[in-house]
C-alpha cells in the first residue's frame, strides 16, 4: 500500500481500504477464506496475466498483503509448475525461509518437505521430483548457479525482499538479468514492501532493450511469441489502520531499559493487544526479556498476562513458532525481535509497535580492511515499515525511541545497499566460479567500491585462490568455491587436508557456522564463565572447543550432559550436522580426512593457513591488553567471551570483530609468526621491513 507520511503530525496514514473484519474473526475461517482475504488476492489475475506476459514482474507491496505465501501458489494453480519444473521464492533471512515455507504448506495441507520444500545452507528440505514450490536464501540459489549455471530447472524465480538490498539479492539480481539473456522463457518476479521499484525497473529495462536487439538479430523467430520486454510494475494496494507516533521527548541513554520500560507502560495502560518490540541482537533481545521477566516476577500484579518471547535467527524452532501462535485469552504476547520482523515475517494482533531505532548492520572498511557488524541507527524507510507493523488488525500506536528531531533531521532517507559496505571476498570468488572475470564492468544493481575490490582480489590471491591473471587456481580456487563457507574457513580445510589433521579443522569450522555453543545470560554469568573453564585451552578459543566437542562425543551426545557444562544442546546438535555435511563436501572435492590427535600445533598453522590476515599483537607495554592488528595498525582487544580474554598472548589471530565501545576480536588463537610468512608470503610481502616480523 501507499504510505502517505505526515511526519509534522506525527502520525502515519497507511492507505488502502480499511477492512472491518477484526483478526479474531481470523481464526475460525477456512483457509481458503483466510487467503481470499489477504490484499494480493484481488490482483490473482493480474499478476498471472503480467507473468505470463512479460519477462520480469515488479511487485510493490505493503507487509502481510500476501505476497510471500500467496503468489508462489497462485503460479502452482497455473501451471507454472508442470512437466517437472520449479518455483522458486528467495528471501535474504534463513529464518525467514523456513517460517514462510512451513506456512505455506500449511495453507496447501502438505508435509513440509514434500510438494512446499525450503533449502537454506547446510539444512535441505525438498524431495527431487516431489518439491514444486522451493523457498530458499537468496545465497543458496546463487550456489545453486555454480552446478546449474542457467538455473534450468525452474520456470519462475520470485526475487523476495528486494527492498532489502542484500549482498546476495544484488549479485543475484545482476546474474539473473544475464540469465534471462539466455534463458527467454524463465520469469522474474521482484517483490519489495517498499516503492523504489522505478531503479528495479530501470535496471532491468536496460538489459531487456539490449538483449532485444540481440534476439532481433539472432533469433527474428522469438519475435513473434508476444513476451513483453519492459518490465511491468504491479503496486497492491494494502490493507492498513492508522498509527499514531509517539517520539521520546528527549534522547535515550539506554535502549533496552527504555523499551521495557515502555512496554510495561503499555501494559498497564492500552487496551489489548500485542507488542512487537524491534532491537538489534539475541544480546540485548535476551537482557530485554530478562528484564521483563524480572519484572513479572517481582512486580506481578502490574505485569501478570505478559507472555515475552524473543524472535532471532539461531532461537530453536520450537520456541519461533510461539512466536506466530496466538496468544492464550486475557494474555499480552510481546515479541522481542531483530529487524527480522520489519517486513520478511508478519505477526498478526500486533497493536503496539516500540522502535530503538537501531539495528545490527555491517560495515566495511577498505582501508582498514576491517568487516565489523555494528549496531547503528536504521533508515527512515525502516522507521515507517516498523510503524507500520502497528497497524495491520486495528488502529495502533508505535512509540519511537528517538525524538522526533533526531527522525527528521539525523536519521538518513534509505539503508545504503550491503554490498557497498561489505567485504567482497565471497562475492569475487563466487562471480569468478561462475565465470564472470570482469567483475568491476559486472552490471551491479549498485556498484562496490573499487577500493573493496582491489582489497578482495589482494586478499583472494593470498589465499592462493586467484592466480596472476586474477582467475581460480586449480585446485585449491576450486575447492574453495566448492565448500559453502567463507573463503578464509574454507582454505584453512584445504591446509588442513595437507597438514594431516582435516577432522579437527573440520569440527572447528562446524563449530564456527553456529551462532554460539555456549550459554550465556544474565544470572547465570558466574557459573557458565566456570563451566567454560573446564574446557580452556592455553591455544585459544579453536582448541576449546575441540575440547567441548570431544567431551560431548564421550558422553553419548547427551543433553544432560550439555546443560550440566552450559553447553547450548542444539547448537551442538547442529556443529554434528554441519561438519557431516563439510566431511561429504571434502570428499568430494578430493580432500583427506584425517586426524591428527593430539598435535595442536598443526591445528594452529591450519588455522593461520585460512586466517593469517587476520593477525594481532600484543602492544609492547601494554597493560589493559591493547592489540594492533599486523594490517591496518586498528586497536583491537580480546571480547571478554574468549578463553584468551585476560591472558593476552603476544601473537594472536581471531576469526571475527565486533565492536561496541571498542572492536572486540571473538574466537581468537595463538599463533607463531613465523608461520605468518609460510602462509602468505605474498600478503606479508610489504611488511617485511616490519620489524616485528623479523
Ligand atoms: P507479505 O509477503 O506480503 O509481507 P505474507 O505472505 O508473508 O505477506 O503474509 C500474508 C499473511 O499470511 C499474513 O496475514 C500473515 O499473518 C499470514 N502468515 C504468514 N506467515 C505466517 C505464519 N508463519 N503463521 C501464521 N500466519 C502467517
Ligand atoms: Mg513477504
Redesign the pocket.
Known amino acids: 500500500g501507499r504510505v502517505v507520511d505526515d511526519e509534522e503530525g506525527g502520525v502515519i496514514f497507511l492507505s488502502g481500504s480499511h477492512h472491518s473484519s477484526s483478526s479474531s474473526g481470523y481464526g475460525h475461517a477456512s483457509i481458503d477464506k483466510?487467503r481470499q482475504r489477504?490484499?494480493?488476492f484481488k490482483y490473482r489475475t493480474a499478476i498471472l496475466y503480467l507473468v505470463e506476459t512479460r519477462a520480469t514482474t515488479i511487485i510493490v507491496?505493503?507487509?502481510?498483503?500476501?505476497?510471500?505465501?500467496?503468489?508462489p501458489q497462485y503460479l502452482k494453480e497455473a501451471g507454472w509448475a508442470a512437466g517437472g519444473r520449479l518455483i522458486a521464492c528467495t528471501q535474504p533471512r534463513r529464518l525467514a525461509v523456513q517460517?514462510?515455507a512451513?506456512?505455506v504448506a500449511?495453507e496447501m495441507g502438505v508435509k513440509l518437505g514434500d510438494e512446499v520444500g525450503y533449502t537454506i545452507r547446510f539444512e535441505d528440505v525438498t524431495k527431487p521430483n516431489v518439491t514444486v514450490l522451493k523457498f530458499l536464501t537468496d545465497g543458496v540459489l546463487l550456489r545453486e548457479m555454480m552446478d546449474d549455471p542457467l538455473l534450468t530447472k525452474y520456470s519462475v524465480i520470485m526475487v523476495?525482499e528486494a527492498h532489502e538490498r542484500s549482498i546476495s539479492t544484488d549479485i543475484l539480481l545482476g546474474l539473473l538479468k544475464k540469465i534471462q539473456r539466455r534463458r527467454p522463457e524463465l520469469r522474474l518476479i521482484i517483490?519489495s514492501?517498499t516503492i523504489e521499484a522505478k531503479s528495479m525497473s530501470d535496471f532491468f529495462q536496460m538489459r531487456f532493450s539490449s538483449a532485444l536487439a540481440i534476439r532481433k538479430r539472432r533469433e527474428p523467430e522469438n519475435e513473434g511469441h508476444g513476451l513483453q520486454v519492459e518490465p511491468a510494475i504491479l503496486s497492491?494496494e494494502?490493507r492498513g489502520f492508522n498509527v499514531q507516533i509517539n517520539y521520546a521527548e528527549e534522547a535515550v541513554q539506554d535502549y533496552v531499559q527504555a523499551a521495557v520500560s515502555t512496554v510495561l507502560l503499555i501494559h498497564e495502560r492500552e487496551p489489548a493487544g500485542d507488542v512487537l518490540v524491534f532491537l538489534t541482537g539475541q544480546d540485548d533481545i535476551e537482557a530485554a526479556a530478562q528484564l521483563l521477566a524480572d519484572e513479572v516476577h517481582t512486580n506481578g500484579k502490574h505485569s501478570s498476562g505478559l507472555i515475552v518471547l524473543p524472535l532471532y535467527s539461531g532461537l530453536p524452532r520450537a520456541e519461533q513458532?510461539l512466536v506466530?501462535?496466538p496468544a492464550p485469552r486475557g494474555k499480552r504476547k510481546v515479541v522481542i525481535s531483530t529487524n527480522i520482523a520489519e517486513?520478511?515475517?508478519?505477526?498478526?494482533g500486533i497493536v503496539y509497535v516500540v522502535d530503538s531505532g537501531f539495528s545490527k548492520q555491517r560495515f566495511y572498511n577498505p582501508l582498514s580492511d576491517i568487516e565489523n557488524l555494528v549496531v547503528a541507527p536504521i533508515s527512515r524507510a525502516s522507521a515507517r515499515q516498523r510503524a507500520g507493523r502497528a497497524g495491520?488488525v486495528r488502529p495502533g500506536k508505535c512509540y519511537r525511541l528517538y525524538t522526533e528531531e533526531y527522525f527528521l533531521n539525523h536519521m538518513s532517507n534509505e539503508a545504503i545497499p550491503e554490498i557497498q559496505r561489505s567485504n567482497m571476498v565471497s562475492c569475487v570468488i563466487q562471480l569468478k566460479a561462475l565465470g564472470i572475470d570482469n567483475i568491476l564492468g559486472f552490471d551491479w544493481p549498485a556498484s562496490p567500491s573499487a577500493e573493496a575490490m582491489i582489497r578482495a582480489l589482494e586478499v583472494l590471491y593470498s589465499l592462493g585462490v586467484l592466480d596472476d591473471d586474477a582467475k581460480l587456481t586449480s585446485p585449491t580456487g576450486f575447492q574453495v568455491a566448492e565448500l559453502p563457507l567463507d573463503p578464509m574457513v574454507s582454505k584453512m580445510i584445504i591446509a588442513s587436508s595437507q597438514l594431516g589433521c582435516s577432522e579437527e579443522i573440520i569440527t572447528i569450522a562446524a563449530v564456527l557456522s553456529v551462532q554460539s555453543i555456549w550459554i550465556s545470560g544474565r544470572g547465570i554469568q558466574k557459573e557458565s564463565d566456570e563451566a567454560k573453564l573446564r574446557f580452556a585451552a592455553a591455544e585459544g578459543d579453536h582448541i576449546t572447543f575441540l575440547n567441548v566437542y570431544k567431551g560431548f562425543h564421550q558422553s553419548g551426545k547427551s543433553s544432560q550432559w550439555c546443560h550440566k557444562n552450559y553447553i547450548n544442546y542444539h547448537a551442538m546438535r547442529k556443529v554434528l550436522e554441519v561438519r557431516e555435511q563439510l566431511k561429504r563436501t571434502a570428499k568430494r572435492i578430493g580432500l583427506v580426512l584425517k586426524s591428527c590427535e593430539s598435535d595442536m600445533q598443526v591445528v594452529r598453522k591450519a588455522v593461520a593457513a585460512g586466517y593469517f590476515a587476520n593477525a594481532c599483537h600484543l602492544e609492547a607495554y601494554s597493560h589493559n591488553g591493547k592489540y594492533k592488528t599486523l594490517r591496518g595498525s586498528q586497536e583491537v582487544y580480546i571480547h571478554p567471551s574468549s578463553v584468551l580474554f585476560r591472558v593476552n598472548p603476544k601473537w594472536v589471530i581471531y576469526n571475527s570483530l565486533v565492536s561496541t565501545d571498542r572492536q572486540y576480536m571473538r574466537n581468537v588463537i595463538t599463533i607463531d609468526p613465523s608461520w605468518l610468512m609460510e602462509a602468505a608470503p605474498h600478503f606479508y610481502q610489504l611488511q617485511q621491513s616490519n620489524p616485528l616480523l623479523r
Open positions: 483466510q489477504l490484499p494480493v507491496g505493503e507487509t502481510g498483503s500476501g505476497k510471500t505465501t500467496q503468489i517460517a514462510v512451513s506456512r500449511e523476495d517483490s514492501a497492491v494494502g513458532e506466530f501462535s517486513t520478511s515475517l508478519t505477526l498478526e495491520r
